[in-house]
């Protein structure tokens, strides 16, 4: 069984649509969570830094942690085609220990 | 802010030479940086971390001797690939850590060895 678990797609939706993204985990000493948005051939965005459980809002992003589920969520309200990107999920223990990525999933925003 | 660059962004070497690739914090000072290897359509496999002014921390499986790693400033650390192969191609690429434990991606360097 993989550290973290995200589903890789792809995910097709209609512009305007929430999308829901998604990561379990197994390691319960993970407390800092981290939303990545990769385009093709470019390294990765900092999208959203969460630490331990909760919710957090960006713009049309929100961030969901839940450490009791071992589970973490991304929102994207009225998507875009310009959100079409691999979204990748990326946890750690604390400090700058490593980072755990997750697979990543492909989204398409389509017009 | 947070923005990191790397050089160059494509190479091209033949195999039994060595390229140099630069990474660079551009607005903040990274006292640990880390580099990173992708293979197409997965996910990034963390190769080395580096800490300013010390000798950086290999993962796993990482050859040391050939991935040399050197971060001599708090802005800018570099990844040279000695003897590349074929096998060495790759899309490279760094990040820098923020004042919270957050890491910055740069842009990354797709490296084709012929």
């Known amino acids: 069984q993989k550290e973290v678990e995200q589903d890789p797609g792809p995910l097709s939706v209609p512009e305007g649509a929430i999308v829901s993204l998604n990561c379990t985990y197994s390691?319960?000493?993970?407390?800092?969570f981290m939303w990545y948005r990769q385009y093709s051939r470019k390294g990765p965005e900092l999208l959203m830094y969460?630490?331990?459980?909760g919710n957090k809002e960006d713009g049309r992003f929100t961030a969901q942690v839940d450490k009791s589920s071992k589970y973490i969520s991304l929102f994207i309200r009225d998507s875009q085609p310009s959100d079409s990107a691999t979204y990748l999920c990326?946890?750690?223990?604390?400090?700058?220990?490593?980072?755990?990525f997750g697979a990543g999933t492909r989204l398409a925003v389509h017009p | 802010g947070a923005v990191v660059s790397q050089h160059p962004s494509w190479v091209i070497c033949k195999s039994g030479t060595s390229v140099k690739i630069e990474c660079r914090s551009l607005?903040?000072?990274?006292?640990?940086m880390f580099w990173y290897r992708q293979f197409p359509k997965q996910s990034l496999m963390l190769m080395a971390t580096?800490?300013?002014?010390?000798?950086?921390?290999?993962e796993q499986g990482v050859e040391k001797d050939k991935f040399l790693i050197n971060h001599a400033s708090l802005t800018l650390s570099t990844l040279t690939v000695t003897s590349a192969h074929p096998e060495d191609s790759s899309f490279y690429i760094c990040?820098?850590?923020?004042?919270?434990?957050?890491?910055?991606f740069g842009p990354g360097t797709r490296l084709t060895v012929t």
């Open positions: 990040s820098a850590g923020g004042q919270d434990y957050e890491q910055y």
């Open positions: 390691n319960s000493a993970f407390q800092y």
């Open positions: 969460t630490y331990s459980s």
């Open positions: 990326a946890m750690s223990t604390g400090g700058y220990n490593k980072l755990i």
């Open positions: 607005d903040f000072q990274a006292t640990t």
């Open positions: 580096s800490n300013e002014g010390s000798k950086a921390t290999y």
